[in-house]
């Protein structure tokens, strides 16, 4: 049964992250390989005020999504002056330096040593340390997420986001501010991203590094296509599959000297074929 409670607290956090995700590349067309930077950055938030200032949980998360949407803008501004492919390598380049940072600034995030000992949250004498408390506090939090992005995106906003994937130029005749509308939604998805990185370093209780590096910001991408891009749903269904599929192959007989690379392989290949006869994703109504 914690087998199951674990996997489906991953779902959460995940689907929290596709959905941060896909209001950037899928509705606003921007092809952003940089979230886990900002997943990192609400998890190592979480950790120092945790584990150095004995802070409340929830505070912390406010605080991270603060010092997350900060940062964002910043880069957010300096990516806005790219586009397409050159947007993509700049956010490649930033998740690279934040993860230089996590890696090397030693006296604030102790380096390849990571943090440990983060506490988990209680809240009106309710103790999260129980992990089926723990995922009905991630299932909340991914449906407020999941909903927000269903607001933003059926909104009057998030029509423009969509003329903005459509033809930017066409959409600026009509004198709408396109870097307004970019910036924004660039910094609103980075600040749901922190929300993930908080319940990761929580639940985990270690934060290290090697949790939000480049590979991690591809895969989170792959989530989004896999599911459908510029579609919520889709967003979720592509957490689930690729957080499932991975620990169904685990139960697959193959011979134990060369299981794990087997399973990466038939991992791989089913992600292929996916992309080559489904491009759009499962339910998704644009493709890269």
Known sequence: MDYFVHIAILIGIYSILALSLNLIVGYTGLLSITQAAFYGIGAYVTAILLTSFGMNFFLS????????????????????????????????????????????????????????????????????????????????????????????????FGRVLKAIREDEKAIEVFGYNTLFFKLTIFVIGAMIASIAGALFASYITYVDPTSFALSESIFILAIIILGGLANNKGAVIGAVCLVILPEALRFVGFPSDIAAQMRQVTYGLILILLMLYRPQGLIGEYKL
């Not at 993509?88 to 996590?102: D, E, M, Q």
């Not at 600034?105 to 943090?115: A, F, H, K, N, V």
């Not at 209680?122 to 999260?128: A, E, G, K, Q």
């Not at 449906?143 to 607001?151: A, M, N, P, R, T």
């Open 61 to 156: 998360i406010v605080i991270g999504m603060i010092i997350t949407g900060v940062v964002s803008l910043a880069i957010g501004y300096v990516l806005s002056k790219f586009d397409g492919d050159y947007f993509a390598l700049g956010s490649f380049g930033f998740n690279i330096i934040v993860y230089s940072i996590f890696l090397n600034w030693q006296s604030l995030t102790r380096g390849p040593l990571g943090i440990p000992g983060i506490a988990k949250p209680v809240l009106f004498n309710i103790d999260f340390s129980n992990n089926f408390y723990f995922l009905i506090m991630v299932a909340v939090f991914a449906l407020l997420v999941y909903f927000i992005s269903q607001f933003i995106t059926r909104s009057s």
